[in-house]
């Protein structure tokens, strides 16, 4: 399975783009799996617009690719969800900022994930540092999420609005055969997401390239 489950449209304050070219560049670089997941503070109270918008283009484009309707969640104040704010119709959200200084979550994300009412990914965090920061084993800090059902996003984003930076956490992960064990051993589940912003920056063989190598070492992909 080629999956690239985390990209952006001019739904979010950051992107730009149609959300029909992004599914066409996907197509074109022969994406199978392709998730949407605009900011959930840059679609604000167009959430059902937004909604119904990426059902009738999964339906649309149902013979040529399968479409995820999907939102990311931002955990940092004013960027936070809501306490009335309703996501539990999408197919899957993307939780940000979990690790960072202020964050509305941190650790408290398993019983967050459980009330937000849908598939729950943590986007681009370093779960494994994270773990560490907090004197906690990482194979029992990633068992936890995978007893939740939570999986894990490996962000291959290189483009111009994150100035061409990698993420360390993929990076060290592709290189620690120590890392990939505790991810087998965990039975945590693994998302790939470009985080694409600007079509012309989209590059599917980064995607590609990670799905082929999570699969040469048997770490599963999440399962829609």
């Avoid at 080629?2 to 029909?20: K, W």
């Avoid at 990633?142 to 609005?161: H, K, P, T």
């Avoid at 980064?206 to 992909?221: A, G, H, N, T, Y």
């Amino acid at each position: 399975m080629v999956m690239d489950i985390h990209s952006h449209t001019y739904y979010s304050n950051c992107g730009a783009d149609d959300p029909r070219v992004i599914i066409e560049n996907a197509i074109s670089g022969g994406i199978e799996l392709f998730g949407i997941t605009d900011h959930n503070h840059g679609i604000g109270g167009r959430k059902k617009e937004y909604f119904d918008l990426l059902t009738s283009l999964r339906d649309e484009y149902a013979d040529r690719i399968r479409i995820l309707r999907g939102i990311e969640i931002a955990t940092l104040v004013p960027f936070d969800l809501a306490r009335n704010e309703d996501v539990s119709m999408f197919d899957y959200c993307l939780v940000e900022h979990i690790d960072r200084p202020g964050t509305t979550v941190g650790m408290k994300i398993f019983d967050y994930a459980h009330h937000l009412g849908c598939r729950v990914g943590i986007a681009h965090t370093d779960l494994i540092g994270m773990a560490e920061a907090n004197d906690i084993s990482p194979l029992l800090f990633l068992r936890r999420f995978a007893a939740a059902g939570i999986f894990w996003e490996m962000n291959v984003n290189y483009d111009s609005v994150h100035s061409w930076q990698e993420h360390d956490y993929v990076l060290r992960f592709c290189n620690s055969p120590r890392e990939q064990e505790l991810v087998r051993k965990s039975g945590i589940k693994i998302s790939v997401g470009f985080d694409g912003h600007r079509s012309e920056d989209y590059s599917p063989e980064r995607v590609k390239k990670m799905c082929r190598f999570l699969e040469s070492r048997d770490i599963p992909l999440v399962q829609f």
